[in-house]
């Protein structure tokens, strides 16, 4: 095995741990052991635990982001555009179950960066200038946009934990119900929405 096959193959087998143990619960032993190489192999290649994790988490997030990304930048009427980004991400898990277990996962204190909420942050971002958009054609204050672009990404993220496990319905029809709450929602927003009631921990 070449070193490159010998740190793809490390690579695939930290993954597969990290999804069903975390990182707390993975050891660099039981790393070497899957692989059936020494510990001083994955040290020659990764450093550590640390860095081996680093390169997994990477290689999620960059394919996450591409798919996001791409939904997003694909043009259209934004209805549609909500529907291939809830598509796009339930596709990855699909596609990437162990990925994205990995993802949502608590990060290490010393993983400042390519956390599944930075992820989330990063696609908010971008659809808050699509909602502006939007909220200014409807006579909504754009200003208000990014708490929205926050519910909705955060809305179909956690769609998306739910159905890694649960699977059903199938992933179309999933789309479909999260377009059609987001969706409707947004058409038949109030310019000014107020609580019904009153209380000191509402004002």
């Known amino acids: 095995m070449t070193a490159s096959q010998r740190r793809e193959q490390l690579l695939a087998v930290s993954r597969v741990l990290f999804a069903q143990k975390g990182f707390e619960g993975t050891s660099v032993e039981e790393i070497a052991a899957r692989a059936e190489v020494s510990k001083p192999v994955v040290y020659e290649h990764f450093g550590g635990k640390e860095g081996i994790y680093a390169v997994v988490v ?26 291939r980004t809830a598509l796009a991400l339930l596709t990855y898990i699909e596609n ?46 754009a200003r208000i946009s990014p708490i929205y672009a926050q519910m909705l990404v955060g809305m ?4 998306g934990q739910y159905w890694l496990d649960a699977r059903h319905p199938q992933k179309a029809e999933v789309a479909a119900h999260l377009v059609n709450l987001a969706w409707n929602g947004l058409s038949g927003m109030e310019p000014t929405p107020t609580l019904m009631f009153r209380s000191d921990d509402a004002t």
Do not use: M, Y
């Open 156 to 159: 179909v993220a956690l769609t």
């Open 58 to 83: 990477d290689r999620e997030v960059q394919g996450l982001t591409a798919a996001l990304t791409g939904a997003l930048s694909a043009g259209g009427h934004p209805k549609v555009l909500l529907e």
């Open 96 to 141: 990437s179950e162990d990925g994205f277990r990995i993802l949502v996962r608590d990060s290490p204190v010393a993983q400042a960066t390519g956390t599944f909420s930075s992820l989330i942050g990063d696609v908010a971002t971008q659809v808050e200038h699509l909602l502006a958009d939007q909220f200014e054609r409807r006579g909504l204050d």
